[in-house]
């Protein structure tokens, strides 16, 4: 579980589902849809990157991020 420290909201199904439906987003974009800042977004991403759960892509100086299982059939970029 991956939780903003105040609240304890976990923040990994409803990441998952927003990747599912809308891949290719950059943190800030993330962290807006979820309601928190970009930092903390960040370092959840990156668990999730080590977990295998996310993959992302470098464009310029930003990370685009996407499920991990959407790169792994047809819709690979």
Same mark, same amino acid.
């Given at each position: 579980m991956i939780t /903003?420290?105040?609240d304890k909201t976990d923040f990994t199904p409803k990441l998952k589902e927003i990747l599912s439906k809308e891949p290719g987003l950059s943190v800030k974009?993330?962290?807006e849809k979820l309601?928190? /800042?970009r930092q903390f977004m960040a370092g959840v991403l990156k668990v999730l990157e080590e977990r295998g759960e996310v993959t992302y892509r470098q464009v310029g100086p930003a990370r685009i991020y996407y499920a991990a299982s959407f790169t792994k059939g047809? /819709?690979?970029w």
């Open positions: /903003n420290g105040n974009e993330i962290a309601g928190t /800042n047809k /819709n690979h």
